[in-house]
């Protein structure tokens, strides 16, 4: 067995999808709702004995533990192959290791990033360059425990200091440099990107160092205050979340997941006990983000600046929260502070604001009641126009309609009238929002196959009953298509072996085969009370499969008939003679009204 399948083999494929989606037991298998769509009825089968997955809902992705890791963290084979020989405990061979294209320059940037992080450490906690920054973060009330905690550092205000180091000391390219975006061009030099400024290591869930942001000492310096990382190949703004791998465990304790503003309010709240917090680059939630934090948490907690701005982000975030449908509150500072400000002001105060977050509906109604006249019709239309599209958004209808409630009371209107105005709200948005990308419909022979194979193959614990189900839908199947050949593979099984084994047989199946037979495995069947029962649902299902055999040859001869057809008044037209093809219309039609007897008949 080479490494990659060793590795498969030593790690339970139900044991570590659990950790990422929470599983019920279906029978032999396993069901979620997927992970990679969202839907109402769980579609995401996993087989324990073949150890593979697969949905049957709209994305239709499935694989073994390889794959579920790949599409989940979006990673290449070559990370997830590393990632999974660590929790192995398997030491990958140098042959494995190989690393081509994007995986081997990603690898190169993490190890890059993770030297500029001990060296901007080392800078601020040890040289005399970073002791104005250790002085400010002291008066910030930022100590030794909190910057060890997040590795924070300092960047010296010369122009090359630590590119010329990595270059020089370590033997990094200038190309490097720029690739992992902690330096830019001057000429035929680089320069720093960071520089004079107190640097935050931005690091992942998987605790990668993707990135750095860089703070300004001074307020009164006319300059960004942050700046950060600009893209490259392991750093995507929209993507990352400050403090997710100091934090994660807290939020998953919890539940509950507190979004801030900044790193000092992260790093603020952490100290005085308050973990499960986080800070986002940007404006507002990313649907990348939120699935992140879905893993983790249930309830989002928005704790932004109290201004417009912050207003206008949770607004923007919240349809992204309940299109994962998690629940979303809001926590109001005591005084319109940031959570860093307020902590150092009057921690009790924002501790007991924390315990008594809000609906953020609730929010966005006071806020929006108390800026107009709900007194007058203009006011009440300003309500309505601002919150009901948030409404909308609600997926639960018992919460959905408490809000429609409240609103009508607060407007000292009719619930009729606001669940119409909801309505014509709902149809705005059905037509102007881009449309979902829906599953392409396979052909019902296809789907009717796969079906037959899944009651064959979950039910033939032996010889016998397969023996009988042959018995049944032979000559009904097109032996050319896969679920044909897959039968005559199991004909030739049973001749040899008298129980089922299903992962020896798929060692015999050609690997064009082997996504038809592990879709057959975690096919979701209804529950029968006998293999008799059994036996006639194979019965029916093979005589339909044999009417759209029927059906597809009939089709195919009607479009040959009619091409002759036309190639026999071209003939006539011309004065060539059409005997030839009069005969051949004269076949078509009895081989098309045999079809249509045989069908009768069926």
Known sequence: MDQVGEIREKIDIVSFISEFVTLNKAGRNFKANCPFHTEKTASFVISPERQIWHCFGTCNKGGDVYQFLMEYEKMDFPEALRTLAKRAGVELKERNQGSSGDTYKKEKLYEINILAKQYYHYVLTKHDAGKKALDYLKKRGINEKLIEAFMLGFAPSSGSALTSYLINKKKYSKQDMLDAGLGYSRGSSVSDFFRGRLIFPLVDHRDNIVGFSGRILDNDIKTSKYINTRETLIYHKGDHIFGINNTKDAIRRTNQVIILEGEFDVMTCF?????????????????????????????????????????????????????????????????????????????????KAVKNDISIYDYLLEKTISSVDVKIAVGKKKVADTLLPFIAQIRNEIIREHYLKKISTELDTSYESIVREMERVEKKEKTTATTE??????????????????????????????QKARDVFSGNLNKNRAVGKIMDKLSSFFGKEKIFDSKKFANTLPQELLTTFDKSILYPLPVFTDAEKIIKE????????????????????????????????????KGTGGSRVSKEIESLQKEYSALAAELRGS
Do not use: H, W
């Open 271 to 351: 100290e005085n006990g308050i973990s499960n917090v986080i800070a986002v680059k940007g404006t507002a939630l990313t649907d990348s983000q939120v699935n992140l934090l879905g893993r983790y948490a249930e309830k989002v907690t928005f704790c932004f600046d109290t201004d417009k701005a912050g207003q206008e982000a949770v607004k923007r975030s919240l349809s992204v929260v309940e299109k994962k449908g998690l629940m979303p509150t809001v926590i109001e500072v005591p005084g319109g502070k940031d959570a860093d400000e307020a902590l150092r002001s009057d921690p009790g105060a924002f501790k």
């Open 538 to 573: 194979v019965e029916k299902i093979a005589k339909l499969l044999r009417t759209f055999y029927i059906q597809e040859k009939m089709r195919y001869i009607a479009e040959e008939i009619k091409k002759e057809e036309a190639a026999l008044s071209v003939a006539d037209a």
């Open 437 to 466: 990308i829906l599953k392409l419909k396979r052909p019902k022979e296809e789907i009717t196959e796969e079906y037959l194979l899944a009651l064959i193959v979950q039910n033939s614990k032996d010889a016998s009953f397969f």
